[in-house]
């Protein structure tokens, strides 16, 4: 996460001046359009079962739905779902054509910095690999390292609407799922992660754990 965040402020001084208001943004738009998701999933999971048995529906700030207003209901979580999806096609078109004028903007300059370079340097290196920088390099910078960066919001707001839905209806699940996950993401981020990048670490053994 950290070295995320580190890569990401050396980006954003060689793009745009507006690409740090578009990434908050986007990542604005994003969280709440899955909390809207989760909004309209968890109407549709709280409503499935009375409805089926003919009862009231209990919803936590609307109050009680009569039988005769299950239409208006099921009407309402549709039109939020398809809201939703269309916000979403609209927002990854934006999204598209604004990462297509940031690969042209990272590779003129990328091109200029080459021209600018001296003859040793520009010797050193072939057109294979200047067309492989131009291509794989600066799209892995930008739906390697723009997009994760910008979507993390978006996951994190999921997390805590989902995290919210069942305290309110199951609280005991709630709790043990959240200690369960947050153990697993601790031994994730402490242990496993530290043991893998460590030289001494993991790349260093065979498969039968002996020194390779």
Excluded: C
């Amino acid at each position: 996460m950290l070295r995320l965040w580190r890569a990401l402020r050396e980006l954003l001084p060689l793009l745009p001046a507006s690409t740090r208001w578009f990434l908050l943004g986007y990542a604005a738009l994003s969280a709440l359009l899955s909390v809207v998701d989760i909004v309209a999933l968890s109407l549709l999971a709280l409503t499935l079962a009375p409805m089926v048995q003919g009862q009231a529906v209990e919803l936590p700030v609307l109050g009680e739905v009569a039988p005769a207003s299950y239409g208006w209901l099921l009407g309402t979580i549709t039109l939020l779902v398809v809201l939703k999806g269309l916000a979403t096609l609209a927002l990854q078109w934006a999204v598209s054509r604004r990462l297509g004028a940031y690969d042209l903007v990272i590779g003129d300059r990328l091109f200029g910095a080459y021209i600018r370079a001296p003859w040793t340097e520009r010797l050193r290196r072939n057109t294979a690999e200047l067309v492989r920088l131009a291509d794989v390099g600066i799209a892995n910078t930008t739906t390697g390292l723009l997009l994760p960066a910008a979507s993390l919001p978006a996951e994190l707001a999921t997390f805590g609407a989902v995290l919210v839905v069942l305290l309110v209806a199951q609280p005991l699940t709630a709790v043990v799922t959240f200690a369960y996950l947050g153990g697993l993401a601790v031994l994730m981020y402490v242990v496993i992660s530290p043991a893998r990048s460590s030289p001494d670490g993991w790349a260093g053994t065979t498969p039968s754990g002996s020194p390779g």
